[in-house]
């Protein structure tokens, strides 16, 4: 049975920190692509970040960029999200996704994603 179960949100102030971690049970990671996409209230789901399953090339949104680190553990079956510098425009339910193979030509088209986790919530607030 495939699942995905996202943890490591929370509650934190502008500018702190939280990991997020993707726990893949049903299959092998090592030949699946995983991606964190958002999704605040009233707003699309957007991607966040991705890493490849080959080269694990990485890819990020402009708005995360230089504070967001995804990463990849394949002997844990797990995918992480190091969030730092927190903004509450970060707020939003945080999802993973996989995908089989490498990453396409965008890295953030949802429906390209075969699997999906409940999410989790980050809040980033004052």
């Known amino acids: 049975q495939v699942r995905l179960v996202e943890s490591g949100g929370g509650l934190v102030q502008p500018g702190g920190s939280l990991r997020l971690s993707c726990a893949v049970s049903?299959?092998?990671?090592?030949?699946?692509?995983v991606g964190w996409f958002r999704q605040a209230p009233g707003k699309e789901r957007e991607g966040v970040s991705s890493i490849s399953s080959s080269d694990t090339s990485t890819y990020y949104a402009d708005s995360v960029k230089g504070r967001f680190t995804i990463s990849r553990d394949n002997a844990k079956n797990t995918v992480y999200l190091q969030m730092n510098s927190l903004k509450p425009e970060d707020t939003a339910v945080y999802y993973c996704a996989v995908q089989k193979g490498s990453i396409g030509s965008d890295p953030f088209v949802p429906y390209e994603y075969e699997y999906w986790g409940q999410g989790t919530q980050v809040t980033v607030s004052s």
């Open positions: 049903g299959f092998s990671l090592d030949w699946y692509s």
